[in-house]
C-alpha cells in the first residue's frame, strides 16, 4: 500500500495531465466553472430528400479550361526567363477576334497588346508576378490585363516541358489581386449589392491541372448605400518582384509606399 503522500502527489499529477494545469484541483485551489448552458447541436437537416438526383452536369463556365501558349519556349522550365507582353501577344495571334472565353479581350486591349513594342506607355499588359502557386517547386507567372470599364483580366502560367500553359484565365472588375500561401485572392466590385464587394480565392487542383475558384464569398465592407461612385485603380499585390537587369530598375507600383530612412 502506497504511503499517502505518494498518493496525492499522483492524484496531482493526473490533475495538471487531465486540466492541463488550467485549475486546481485541492479544496483550497477552487474547483472547475461553468461555462454556461451549451447550445443543443442543430445537425444538417436534408430538405426534399425524395428529389431525384441530377443526371445532366451543370453548365460549364470554364474554370478548368487550359491551353497551351502557342510559339513559347522556356529554358529550363524558368517562367522568369520568358516575356509577359511576348506570352500574352502570342495567345492573340492565335485567337484573333474572340471576345469571350479564356482567350477574350476587347478589340481596342486586343490592339493595344499587339502595338506593346511600339507603343510601350500604352501597353495594357501589367507587369508580372511570381509564385509556386501549383506546389511543384517552381514559380508560376502571374500576369494583369487593363481592360476597359476598370476590367482586368489575370491569367497565370505554369512551365512544364519546355514551354508554358495557362492554367487560369478570367476577366473582372477587380478591386485587387492579392498572394495568401498558394492561393490568389481577388477582390472584386459589386454593382448589384451596394456596400458589398465578391472576394474569389483560386486554387491549384491538381486533378484538373489548373486553378480553380475554391471559396467564394460576399463582404460587407462599409454601410449599405453609401458604395464609392468609382472602383478603385486594381492593385496587385505580391512579395516577388519582377527580376531585373542590374542597369534597369524595378518599377514600383503607384499604390505600394517606399519607407524612407530617417535622417541622423
Same mark, same amino acid.
Given at each position: 500500500?502506497?504511503?499517502?503522500?505518494?498518493?496525492?502527489?499522483?492524484?496531482?499529477?493526473?490533475?495538471?495531465?487531465?486540466?492541463?494545469?488550467?485549475?486546481?484541483?485541492?479544496?483550497?485551489?477552487?474547483?472547475?466553472?461553468?461555462?454556461?448552458?451549451?447550445?443543443?447541436?442543430?445537425?444538417?437537416?436534408?430538405?426534399?430528400?425524395?428529389?431525384?438526383?441530377?443526371?445532366?452536369?451543370?453548365?460549364?463556365?470554364?474554370?478548368?479550361?487550359?491551353?497551351?501558349?502557342?510559339?513559347?519556349?522556356?529554358?529550363?522550365?524558368?517562367?522568369?526567363?520568358?516575356?509577359?507582353?511576348?506570352?500574352?501577344?502570342?495567345?492573340?495571334?492565335?485567337?484573333?477576334?474572340?471576345?469571350?472565353?479564356?482567350?477574350?479581350?476587347?478589340?481596342?486591349?486586343?490592339?493595344?497588346?499587339?502595338?506593346?513594342? %511600339? +507603343?510601350?506607355? &500604352?501597353? !495594357?499588359?501589367? @507587369?508580372?508576378?511570381?509564385?509556386?502557386? *501549383?506546389?511543384?517547386?517552381?514559380?508560376?507567372?502571374?500576369?494583369?490585363?487593363?481592360?476597359?470599364?476598370?476590367?482586368?483580366?489575370?491569367?497565370?502560367?505554369?512551365?512544364?516541358?519546355?514551354?508554358?500553359?495557362?492554367?487560369?484565365?478570367?476577366?473582372?472588375?477587380?478591386?485587387?489581386?492579392?498572394?495568401?500561401?498558394?492561393?490568389?485572392?481577388?477582390?472584386?466590385?459589386?454593382?448589384?449589392?451596394?456596400?458589398?464587394?465578391?472576394?474569389?480565392?483560386?486554387?491549384?487542383?491538381?486533378?484538373?491541372?489548373?486553378?480553380?475558384?475554391?471559396?467564394?464569398?460576399?463582404?460587407?465592407?462599409?454601410?449599405?448605400? %453609401? +458604395?464609392?461612385? &468609382?472602383? !478603385?485603380?486594381? @492593385?496587385?499585390?505580391?512579395?516577388?518582384? *519582377?527580376?531585373?537587369?542590374?542597369?534597369?530598375?524595378?518599377?514600383?507600383?503607384?499604390?505600394?509606399?517606399?519607407?524612407?530612412?530617417?535622417?541622423?
Amino acid at each position: 500500500m502506497r504511503p499517502r503522500g505518494v498518493q496525492l502527489a499522483a492524484a496531482g499529477v493526473l490533475c495538471a495531465l487531465v486540466l492541463g494545469g488550467a485549475v486546481g484541483c485541492g479544496h483550497n485551489e477552487g474547483g472547475l466553472q461553468s461555462a454556461g448552458v451549451t447550445p443543443t447541436a442543430v445537425g444538417p437537416v436534408r430538405l426534399w430528400p425524395d428529389l431525384p438526383p441530377a443526371t445532366d452536369p451543370p453548365i460549364d463556365y470554364g474554370e478548368s479550361d487550359t491551353e497551351r501558349v502557342p510559339g513559347i519556349k522556356v529554358a529550363d522550365n524558368d517562367v522568369h526567363a520568358v516575356d509577359a507582353v511576348a506570352v500574352v501577344n502570342a495567345e492573340v495571334r492565335a485567337h484573333p477576334g474572340t471576345y469571350s472565353g479564356g482567350d477574350g479581350l476587347y478589340e481596342e486591349t486586343a490592339r493595344a497588346i499587339r502595338a506593346c513594342d %511600339t +507603343a510601350p506607355a &500604352a501597353c !495594357p499588359v501589367m @507587369r508580372p508576378y511570381y509564385r509556386d502557386l *501549383t506546389g511543384n517547386g517552381r514559380d508560376e507567372m502571374i500576369v494583369g490585363i487593363r481592360m476597359p470599364d476598370q476590367q482586368v483580366g489575370v491569367r497565370v502560367y505554369l512551365a512544364e516541358n519546355g514551354g508554358l500553359t495557362r492554367i487560369m484565365s478570367t476577366v473582372d472588375q477587380v478591386i485587387s489581386v492579392e498572394l495568401a500561401g498558394r492561393d490568389l485572392i481577388m477582390r472584386v466590385s459589386s454593382a448589384g449589392i451596394p456596400g458589398y464587394e465578391y472576394r474569389t480565392a483560386w486554387s491549384w487542383d491538381e486533378q484538373q491541372h489548373s486553378m480553380l475558384p475554391t471559396r467564394d464569398e460576399i463582404v460587407r465592407v462599409k454601410p449599405g448605400g %453609401t +458604395a464609392s461612385p &468609382a472602383v !478603385p485603380a486594381p @492593385r496587385l499585390v505580391s512579395p516577388t518582384p *519582377t527580376p531585373a537587369s542590374p542597369s534597369t530598375p524595378i518599377p514600383t507600383p503607384p499604390d505600394v509606399a517606399v519607407p524612407v530612412e530617417p535622417s541622423p
